[in-house]
């Protein structure tokens, strides 16, 4: 593959660092929120609602990333074609 692309690549890896971090960092605070719920039903509330919906805006970053990458992929293979008919 070229490297024309260098930049989609390293952001790519750059936001996927950071969605990886962002998920970690979502499940260690639902741990901790959960064993310091006052009662049952808000550690329920946190572990079946808050911790989903962290989850899910924690990865976003990861899918970006994947955009990015798959960008990258697709210009190379489309430049690729277009200089070897």
């Known amino acids: 593959m070229q490297s024309e692309y260098g930049a989609l690549r ?14 970690l960092s979502v499940l260690t605070g ?6 310091n ?5 808000d550690a329920m ?3 079946f609602i808050v ?3 962290g989850a899910l805006f924690a990865t976003w970053p990861i899918a970006l990333g994947q955009g990015l990458k798959a960008i990258a992929d697709v ?5 690729e074609q277009q200089t070897h008919p």
């Not at 639902?30 to 064993?35: E, G, P, T």
């Open 45 to 47: 509330v946190i572990l």
């Open 30 to 35: 639902v741990i901790i929120a959960v064993f």
């Open 75 to 79: 210009a190379e293979y489309v430049q």
């Open 10 to 23: 390293l952001w790519s890896t750059v936001l996927t660092i950071i969605g990886v971090l962002s998920v």
């Open 51 to 53: 911790g989903p919906f």
């Open 37 to 41: 719920a006052p009662s049952f039903a």
